[in-house]
């Protein structure tokens, strides 16, 4: 089935839409991942506090839609026999309240639904069989037409090719990426057979061989179904890349080093907060974390996407004073020249290099960006 529809919800992975399916008066299933085979759920594991805990959604904004542009999503297929009867259900969930910056939050404009033949009844659709190759006057669903221990119908609701044993060339057997998420064996890997890279870390399915054991570029010992297989806030990929091992969590790559934290006294300036990190006597809670992109937003409405909440506060959305964040970096500069650093900050930052100020906005102020171009020579800094 095809559905036309647009939406704008709360950032992050709060809120969705989302749809539901059922037959024969039978219980409501929600449609997620691989059931969607063109413009599917983009949020996974919603937290807000609503019906949809868990699950995948679609959620923030969709493509076009200030200029009122509608996606057209593609559901199924899904099996029904004769006389079978076939609802759809659309559900939105709002977590406490806040909705989108644009209406409508939630707009379905049409919906159309196709059946197609199986003579056979084997489960697959004529057409497809007569596409690959397939018998579509006998049951071969059972069959294994190229020899990668998935069957023809398996293949037919994965949607990968019964004809090819590594639909997605990643020199893993179709039948031995299960797509489950769970690595058992390197014959039941859990991966994605559409996808060479299932986590989306930067290194393929076959590299991360989940021994745990790093031996270099080709055997990683990662798990291809965990980004971050050591859970330290960076990537599988990008610790490869770093030369660092991405199974030991004590090897942190050279990024930014992020302290959070609440003073037990106003801060009202850039020297307040400077003092606080450096005497940290007036420190209430502090957290320490490493971080690639410093993204952090007290309210979720800031100008950059997929913002998240301050290590140290317990929630965005919070009313909340007297806080601050230092984060420090080294960086080699390879080529000399003019550089543009900036911020964006509600009641302002500063930016300091060598220990030296190179700009600063202490003003008590809304969100608002603060550039600052200057010379850098060649060297680490």
Not at 84 to 98: E, I, K, P, S
Not at 106 to 131: F, K, R, T, W
Request: hydrophobic share 30%.
């Amino acid at each position: 089935m095809n559905f036309d529809h647009r939406y704008d919800t709360e950032g992050g992975d709060w809120d969705g839409g989302a749809l539901y399916i059922r037959a024969n008066r039978g219980p409501f299933t929600c449609v997620e991942g691989e059931r969607f085979t063109e413009n599917g759920c983009n949020t996974e594991n919603l937290i807000g506090a609503h019906a949809f805990p868990g699950l995948t959604a679609f959620g923030r904004i969709s493509r076009g839609h200030p200029a009122g542009t509608h996606i057209t999503s593609t559901g199924g297929p899904f099996t029904l026999g004769v006389g079978d009867t076939v609802q759809f259900q659309f559900l939105m969930a709002n977590h406490q309240g806040v909705v989108g910056t644009i209406s409508p939050n939630l707009e379905i404009d049409s919906i159309s639904a196709v059946s197609v033949p199986d003579g056979d009844g084997d489960g697959m659709p004529d057409d497809y069989e007569d596409a690959n190759g397939l018998d579509k006057a006998a049951n071969d669903s059972a069959g294994d037409s190229d020899l990668d221990d998935s069957s023809n119908l398996h293949e037919f609701l994965t949607e990968t090719n019964p004809q090819n044993d590594d639909s997605d060339d990643d020199s893993i057997l179709d039948g031995s990426e299960t797509n489950t998420g769970i690595f058992v064996s390197a014959t039941y890997t859990g991966t994605n057979p559409l996808s060479e890279d299932s986590d989306s870390d930067g290194l393929t399915d076959a590299v991360e061989t989940n021994t745990q054991i790093f031996v270099d570029a080709n055997n990683t010992g990662s798990n291809p179904n965990l980004a971050d297989t050591d859970n330290k806030g960076f990537s599988d990929g990008f610790e490869i890349n770093s030369a660092v091992d991405p199974n030991d969590d004590a090897c942190v790559p050279a990024v930014w080093s992020v302290r959070n934290a609440t003073s037990s006294v106003p801060l009202n300036s850039i020297v307040d907060t400077r003092a606080l990190f450096e005497s940290p006597a007036n420190i209430i809670a502090e957290i320490h974390t490493f971080e690639i992109n410093i993204n952090f937003r007290e309210n979720a409405q800031g100008p950059f996407p997929d913002s998240r909440t301050f290590p140290v506060l317990p929630g965005q959305d919070t009313d909340t004073n007297d806080y601050g964040l230092l984060a420090t970096s080294t960086i080699f500069i390879g080529d000399p020249g003019v550089c543009t650093f900036g911020f964006n900050k509600d009641d302002g930052g500063g930016l300091f290099i060598d220990g030296e100020v190179a700009m600063i906005d202490g003003r008590n102020r809304g969100s608002t960006t603060t550039l600052r171009a200057t010379y850098l020579p060649y060297g680490t800094l």
